[in-house]
């Protein structure tokens, strides 16, 4: 029943499982280079794709920074513009105007036309609302805080408030 494994036998057991296999079952490793080939391309073109679109986020995200520190300028400038407008301190500010408005439009950014159009709340944000018959519902009526758009994207929205007319024809009855 239980016989004995002579060592000769185990060699030839041994021997046979180390056997090379049939032809279909061995590793093709040429495919798998071409299919690693063919990923790392793709890899590589998609990279190149989104370097572009990464660089562009980085630079709206820096500009978006600088927004602030615009505004205030801006405010600074209008104001010596109106008290001060030949003084040493008036030229230092329209030059750094000047250098800002330049970067600004060489990066496509623009400010976003608020007053006296129609609300939209991709560009604007309603602060507020005031009562206003003459004017259309919706309309913007005074800019608080301006927005600006870069290539078409939002940096900031608008701050406005918007105008209300709550005296709409009624309908007759009959």
């Known amino acids: 029943m239980n ?3 002579l060592p000769t036998e185990a060699k030839n057991e041994t021997a046979k499982k180390t056997e090379p296999q049939a032809p279909d079952e ?9 299919k690693i080939r063919a990923e790392f391309d793709n890899y590589r073109k998609r990279v ?8 562009k986020l980085g630079r709206m995200d820096i500009i978006s920074r600088f927004i602030p520190m615009y505004d205030l300028l801006k405010k600074a400038h209008e104001e010596i ?3 001060h407008a030949e003084s040493e301190i008036a030229k230092g500010m329209e030059g750094i105007f000047r250098e800002f408005e330049k970067i600004f439009k ?5 400010m976003v ?13 309603a602060l507020g609302s005031v009562e206003k018959p003459e004017v259309e519902d919706g309309t913007v009526v005074e ?3 301006p927005g600006y758009l870069i290539a078409g994207r939002v940096l900031r929205t608008a701050k406005v408030r918007i105008a209300r007319n709550t005296k709409k024809e009624q309908p007759k009855e009959k």
Not at 50 to 55: F, G, N, Q, R, V
Not at 106 to 110: F, I, K, L
């Open 3 to 5: 016989e004995p494994v």
């Open 26 to 34: 061995t590793p093709n490793y040429y495919e798998q280079m071409l």
């Open 48 to 55: 190149d794709r989104e370097k572009p679109e990464l660089y």
């Open 81 to 83: 513009q109106n008290s």
């Open 106 to 110: 060489e990066e496509g950014v623009s």
């Open 113 to 125: 036309e608020a007053l006296n159009k129609p609300f939209d709340p991709l560009t604007h944000e």
């Open 143 to 145: 800019v608080f805080e």
